[in-house]
């Protein structure tokens, strides 16, 4: 475990189907990230959030929602996904500004059928 | 053209060989960070350097910010190490821009 727990590993969904996965850090962390690792592809960055407020989307289609209750949990939520956002769903945190490197969780891989 | 670019992609090592990953980036960054992402999918931190070089254990990374480049290398290198590495400069606050891997097999 490397401080970041992701849930669940693995998820098979249906494109009508409503999911969320669930990012989870105690190192004290103010700033998480929702990452997107698709085979063959550099990650590209989602979402930021510094203290539970969002500062990044990168054009994100409306199906990815995500939430930041508090500075410690992230949700990314999912509705009637395409098979081509099957990929791996990786979350992060960083201090501040990312500037000392992130932690990294072990990532959901998602398959949308 | 990604602004990172990583070489190898592929890379085979028979065990105990020196192995040598390249990073070159063409955008300003402040560090660069060295990641490893094992099969399961979990990726771990190696390094993060913004001069010089730095080392732990077999593992040594470098930097050359006049020339946009660094390098990860793997002395006595051994299965365990077969891993993607990614290398991912600092563009900014929270962003960083990440090269596609390098894909490292060590046989025994």
């Known amino acids: 475990e490397t401080g970041v727990t992701q849930t669940p590993r693995h998820l098979v969904m249906g494109m009508t189907n409503k999911k969320s996965l669930k990012c989870e850090q105690h190192?004290?962390?103010?700033?998480m990230y929702w990452y997107k690792q698709s085979a063959k592809k550099p990650l590209e960055l989602m979402f930021v959030y510094s203290l539970e407020e969002r500062v990044e989307n990168n054009s994100v289609p409306s199906r990815f929602s995500p939430e930041c209750p508090n500075s410690s949990h992230l949700f990314l939520h999912l509705h009637t996904l395409q098979p081509e956002d099957s990929a791996l769903y990786l979350c992060?945190?960083?201090?501040?500004?990312?500037?000392?490197?992130?932690?990294f969780g072990s990532g959901t891989r998602l398959t949308v059928v | 053209k990604n602004e990172v670019e990583q070489s190898p992609q592929n890379l085979t090592a028979q065990e105990g060989e020196f192995i040598t990953i390249n990073c070159s980036y063409s955008?300003?960054?402040?560090?660069l960070h060295w990641l490893q992402q094992h099969p399961g999918g979990g990726i771990v931190s190696l390094f993060m350097?913004?001069?010089g070089k730095k080392k732990h254990g077999r593992l040594i990374a470098t930097i050359n910010i006049q020339e946009k480049h660094s390098s990860l290398h793997i002395t006595a290198s051994h299965p365990r190490d077969s891993a993607v590495y990614i290398c991912?400069?600092?563009?900014?606050?929270?962003?960083?821009?990440f090269g596609t891997g390098t894909r490292l097999k060590v046989l025994a």
């Open positions: 955008v300003g960054i402040s560090a």
């Open positions: 992060a945190s960083s201090g501040w500004t990312g500037d000392y490197g992130y932690t």
């Open positions: 190192l004290g962390h103010n700033a």
């Open positions: 350097l913004s001069s």
């Open positions: 991912a400069g600092n563009s900014g606050t929270y962003k960083y821009i």
